[in-house]
């Protein structure tokens, strides 16, 4: 009985060991190339991955750098906007004051020139009034006027012919 | 002075030459109106240089220009030189310097007088002899009367002018005193 449960044994190790055999010998015909790949691949696609993840950080890195000299252009630009827009509003103020100042010059002159030639024209009315009144009763007293002026110039070139 | 103006003068030189001494100051003074009238109107001048003019027209013409204006008869000698050289429209010319150049050879003046009213002899003696005095010379005048003048005299001649009038006191206030002054 215990021979026959040896046998037994026996052959069960041997079927466990052809077994063993077998897949071992499976294994190392078919699994193990085929896992190779596979992990050969994955190893490729991890390599892939990772370097392109290294050229991604690479880039983030240099965008990253890009933003900060960017960000500062922006910041010098946007001071020279400020200073360009306060120099524009100081220039902006320096015409107004100039166009007012213009303007009160310009009315001042106006005012001046037309009292000037206002005072001008009555001066012009009234002296040719009173020269035409004046003229006028000279000429109605012309009569007169000749017999005076007649005997004064007879009077001053007789003085004149005895000095 | 012009080659046409030299040429006047030369003819007037020359007449003076050889007739002043016949010509009297009221021979001076009708010379002076023939010269006033051609001034205004010189259609005289013109009708004498017509070439369509006969000669004894033209003679008659000129006889009756030195009859109206009582001239010298020298002036006829004058005029038909001018007219046989066709320079006759330079008569104006020639007058103008035989009343010129009388003077400075005579040494008198002419003046033409003007007052705002009738003048009596003895005032125009006056002036004359007040002019006389002033300028040196023997005074020709003419007169006449000049309203225009308000009241006063007024004496001119080519050179000289004197005047005392309302009109020239007027005018010198007014340059004085008026308005642009």
Not at chain 2, 13 to 35: K, P, R, W
Not at chain 2, 157 to 169: P, V
């Amino acid at each position: 009985m215990s021979d026959i449960n040896f046998v037994l044994i026996f052959f069960k190790f041997a079927n466990f060991a052809i077994l063993g055999l077998f897949l071992a010998y499976l294994t190392k015909k078919y699994i193990a190339p085929a896992l190779k790949e596979s992990l050969y691949a994955f190893v490729s696609v991890y390599y892939n991955l990772q370097n392109q993840y290294n050229i991604s950080l690479k880039k983030v890195e240099q965008l990253e750098k890009d933003l900060v000299v960017q960000a500062a252009l922006i910041e010098d630009l946007q001071s020279k906007v400020q200073q360009w827009q306060e120099v524009d509003k100081q220039h902006q103020l320096a015409c107004k004051r100039h166009y007012e100042n213009a303007i009160v010059s310009l009315n001042k002159k106006r005012l001046i020139q037309s009292e000037y030639l206002s005072e001008s024209k009555v001066k012009t009315e009234l002296f040719n009034e009173i020269f035409n009144e004046v003229e006028t009763t000279l000429k109605n007293e012309a009569p007169d006027l000749q017999k005076d002026y007649i005997k004064r110039i007879d009077a001053f070139m007789t003085h004149e012919l005895q000095s | 002075m012009s080659a046409q103006s030299m040429l006047a003068l030369r003819y007037a030189q020359a007449f003076l030459n050889v007739y002043a001494s016949t010509i009297n100051h009221d021979d001076f003074l009708n010379m002076v109106a023939l010269y006033n009238h051609l001034l205004q109107d010189d259609q005289t001048l013109i009708i004498l240089s017509s070439y369509k003019l006969s000669e004894a027209a033209t003679e008659t013409s000129v006889d009756m220009l030195i009859k109206k204006f009582k001239l010298v008869p020298a002036f006829k000698n004058l005029l038909r030189i001018l007219l046989e050289k066709k320079r006759i429209m330079l008569f104006l010319d020639v007058l103008k310097f035989i009343i010129w150049q009388y003077q400075l050879k005579q040494q008198v003046l002419y003046f033409e007088i003007e007052s705002a009213g009738h003048l009596e002899q003895s005032s125009l003696q006056t002036i004359k002899n007040f002019l006389k005095k002033l300028s040196g010379n023997d005074i020709i005048y003419t007169y006449k009367v000049n309203e225009s003048l308000i009241a006063g005299v007024r004496a001119k001649n080519a050179y000289f002018l004197w005047e005392d009038s309302i009109k020239s006191r007027l005018q010198r206030i007014k340059l004085l005193t008026g308005p642009g002054v």
